[in-house]
């Protein structure tokens, strides 16, 4: 089974702070993905990875950086937090090479910024 | 624009059957996906169609129209742990995922 996990569950920060927000899976998938989800809003892309060092702007990427050094592990940052990036963030997986392939989650982090 | 459309919420009873629909707009199609997510939780991968018609998997079946820009997910003999939000998912031409807000379904006894 593919498994995305997360480094955090929840997370509190202060208005200001550099956020990072870890994800790691474990079956060699070349691409890696990180959302928001607000209530009432489809998953927004904010970020997305094809390969290790390479990174891909999505939808809403303003305000936030990403960092990709090992295929395995995709990381996102919010360099200065606002109170408009409280949300539940998702991070996914997929196996890449050309495939059309089904996305693998993790567990979420919901992060409220104060 | 790129678009996909679904209800909010929805309520069925249990043991019952419910559609749910999905239409959408998009610059080109590469297949569209079915996830359901329970509240609080990862979404969990459902179906994938990439041609027209019916898919059948136990009781989740997923049906697709390319020409109407259409998709049902069809769930049968409703139980309590079905209620969740149901999310659809249209990959475009450059093989990126659309999102639709997803659908609530509650389920009551």
């Known amino acids: 089974d593919v498994k995305v996990t997360q480094s955090s569950r929840y997370l509190v920060k202060r208005t200001g702070e550099k956020v990072f927000l870890e994800c790691v899976q474990d079956?060699?998938?070349?691409?890696m993905f990180w959302y928001r989800q607000d209530p009432g809003l489809g998953l927004r892309l904010i970020y997305f990875s094809y390969d290790v060092k390479m990174k891909e702007k999505g939808d809403i990427p303003e305000g936030y950086s990403v960092s990709r050094e090992k295929k395995e592990r995709f990381s996102l940052i919010l360099e200065s937090a606002s109170t408009n990036q409280t949300s539940m963030y998702l991070c996914?997986?997929?196996?890449?090479?050309?495939?059309?392939?089904?996305?693998?989650f993790g567990p979420g982090t919901r992060l409220t910024v104060t | 624009g790129q678009n996909i459309d679904q209800p909010t919420e929805m309520t069925a009873t249990e043991g019952a059957i419910v559609q749910i629909n999905c239409t959408y707009q998009t610059s080109g199609f590469n297949g569209l996906f079915w996830y359901q997510q329970h509240a609080g939780e990862a979404p969990t991968f459902l179906s994938y169609?990439?041609l027209d018609g019916l898919e059948e998997k136990g009781r989740f079946s997923s049906f697709l129209s390319r020409s109407k820009g259409y998709s049902y997910l069809l769930l049968k003999e409703l139980q309590m742990k079905d209620s969740a939000s149901y999310l659809c998912a249209v990959m475009d031409s450059n093989y990126q995922l659309i999102w639709g807000a997803g659908t609530k379904l509650i389920i009551k006894p």
């Open positions: 169609n990439v």
């Open positions: 996914a997986s997929s196996l890449g090479q050309g495939a059309v392939d089904e996305q693998y």
């Open positions: 079956m060699d998938h070349e691409n």
